[in-house]
Every structure is written in C-alpha cells, then in structure tokens.
C-alpha cells in the first residue's frame, strides 16, 4: 500500500473523530511506526492545531467542520499548491482501491475548497495503464528487476531495470530507476510511466540502494544529474520582476543577495545546465546571467539559432 493509500484511510478514521494510535496504526497497515509518523507528519502540516496529541502516540482532529479555515491558515502558497496535489492522489481513476474509500470527509474537503480556488489545469497527466502500474508497485515493493519497453523519442528495450520509486513531479509520473543499459546520468533515469509500453517482472531481486533514494528524496529538479558534482549560478534580476524570486523558490537551492537599487543577485546550485537555461529564457531581458561563462555563451548560442530559425 502506497502513502498515499495509508494517508487517505488515516483521514477516513479521523473523519469519523477515532483516535488514531501510532502502535496500531503500524500493525494495521503492517509497516514500523517510524512510517506512521511520517504520515502524521504529512497530515499535521495540513491540518495544523486541529491535529492535536492528546496523549504519548496517539491523536485526534478535533474540529473538521472547516476545512476551509484550515486551507486559509496555510503557511504559505507551496503549502497551498502541495495540498491540492494531495487531494489529486485521491483519484478513482487512477487508484481503483479508492472507488471503496468514499468519504464524506473528503468530499467535504473537495467542495469547500471549490468555493474557494479554481484549479485552472488538473495537475495530473492521464493515467497510465493500470496493468503497467499495477506491475511497477509490485516490482518496487518487492524489490524485483523488471525489463520495459521504453518508447521517448523512438523504442528503447532495458533489462533488468531496478525501479526505486514511482515519482510524481511537474504533473507527471515518473519511474525513478537505475540500469545498466542506460549508460547516461550513471544509469538513472526517470522513465514517465506512460512511455512504458510493457513490463515483466523477473524473479531476481536487487538491493536497496540508499545512495539513489537519498537523491529521490532531495532532487531539486528532472534536470538535475546523479552523482555529479554542482557548480554556482549567479543571475541578475532587475527589480521589475525581482519579487517574483522573492516569494517563490524556482530552484531548492535558490539563495537572494538584494542589491541598493531594487535588483536583486539569484544564486542556485546546479549541475545541469538545463536546471537553469528555461528559467532564465522565461524571463528575458529582465534577467542576465552573470556566472559561469559557459552558460552564458549557451544561452547566447541558443537565442542567435531561433533567431537564425524566425
């Protein structure tokens, strides 16, 4: 069972005003209590001082009849945009499971937040086969090799692939998997699953790998390279656009240095310069990057072939 799977039951019981014990909650959902408290973590930071522990490893919600309130008290838009993302989790089409997990609780959720926001793109692409992803969970629980066909740009046929984990970002699902028939990035890629035409699971298992699911969990782009040392990148932001950095971190490295005259030095840790590039193309002529060389002369080389191409 998935986090997300685990998250939503928890919310169906707190839904109901249970007290939800971490002991119980882990031999229910046969997982150790280090897990369960990462859920109720996920769901405290949500859900706030509504969330309250009223003794050593227990909890109840003690007011839902407003979720409103408790989407308005959100620290801050990112908080606002990843609770979204949650609900989307909780979609039937995607995850049959839930077609038997109705909750009022989460219907509630879903209608009073529509009086509020509108969601202009859904955040999630079309779900893939449900046999390919029924495939792939298993593989990445179970920790077995798997051999895909792959079609990008043209077919790619890898073996004894080991999928990691099933990676949501940017509104896609991706693989994030290690091979050695990928000879690029160290053998890691981040295959979207619904470029995966086919999947068989092999008997051979493989090893955790503690190194690559430290990178999952930190990755601060698709862009960015597995074990690949980072450089520095200083831009220069005009004051014009400056306080869209200010209130949105583009990158998870994203340093500010303020300068006299309103501009602002935007300072990242990279180590790919498609990390960078589209960011600073968005946002031409109010941005310049000042370091490193390379990168400006590819910038440059960039605009000079679409303007050669116009």
Same mark, same amino acid.
């Given at each position: 069972? %998935?986090?997300?799977?685990?998250?939503?039951?928890?919310? *169906?019981?707190?839904?109901?005003?249970?007290?939800?014990?971490?002991?119980? $909650?882990?031999?229910?959902?046969?997982?150790?209590? !280090?897990?369960?408290?990462?859920?109720?973590?996920?769901?405290?930071?949500?859900?706030?001082?509504? *969330?309250?522990?009223?003794?050593?490893g227990c909890y109840k919600l003690i007011e839902i009849s407003d979720i409103s309130s408790i989407l308005l008290n959100a620290k801050n838009s990112q908080d606002i945009k990843d609770f979204f993302e949650f609900l989307t989790f909780f979609d039937e089409n995607f995850f049959p499971i839930f077609k038997d997990l109705s909750s009022s609780f989460l219907k509630k959720i879903k209608k009073e937040a529509k009086q509020i926001y509108h969601i202009h793109?859904?955040?999630?692409?079309?779900?893939?086969?449900?046999?390919?992803?029924?495939?792939?969970?298993?593989?990445?629980?179970?920790?077995?090799?798997?051999?895909?066909?792959?079609?990008?740009?043209?077919? !790619?046929? $890898?073996? !004894?692939?080991?999928? $990691?984990?099933?990676?949501?970002?940017?509104?896609?699902?991706?693989?994030?998997? $290690?091979?050695?028939?990928?000879?690029?990035?160290?053998?890691?890629?981040?295959? !979207? *699953?619904?470029?995966?035409? %086919?999947?068989?699971?092999? %008997?051979?298992?493989?090893?955790?790998?503690?190194?690559?699911l430290h990178f999952i969990e930190n990755f601060q782009s698709l862009f960015q390279n597995y074990k690949t040392p980072s450089y520095e990148v200083k831009l220069k932001v005009d004051a014009i656009i400056a306080r869209h950095f200010k209130v949105k971190k583009y990158l998870k490295s994203q340093q500010i240095t303020p300068l006299k005259n309103g501009d602002i030095i935007v300072s990242y840790k990279i180590n790919n310069d498609m990390e960078i590039l589209p960011l600073v193309k968005t946002w031409i002529p109010h941005i310049k990057i000042i370091s490193p060389n390379h990168l400006k002369e590819k910038l440059l080389k960039d605009i000079k072939t679409l303007l050669d191409d116009i």
């Open positions: 069972m %998935s986090q997300s799977e685990r998250i939503l039951q928890i919310l *169906l019981h707190f839904s109901k005003k249970e007290e939800i014990c971490i002991g119980t $909650l882990a031999n229910f959902f046969k997982v150790d209590q !280090r897990t369960i408290q990462r859920d109720i973590k996920i769901l405290k930071r949500f859900l706030s001082d509504s *969330l309250i522990s009223h003794k050593k793109e859904n955040p999630i692409e079309k779900p893939p086969k449900t046999i390919t992803f029924e495939r792939i969970k298993h593989a990445v629980k179970f920790r077995k090799h798997i051999d895909i066909v792959y079609f990008e740009n043209y077919r !790619r046929d $890898l073996k !004894r692939v080991k999928p $990691l984990k099933i990676v949501y970002a940017k509104g896609n699902w991706y693989l994030a998997s $290690l091979t050695e028939n990928y000879k690029m990035n160290n053998g890691f890629k981040f295959f !979207r *699953l619904n470029f995966i035409k %086919s999947v068989k699971i092999l %008997s051979e298992t493989f090893q955790t790998d503690e190194e690559a």
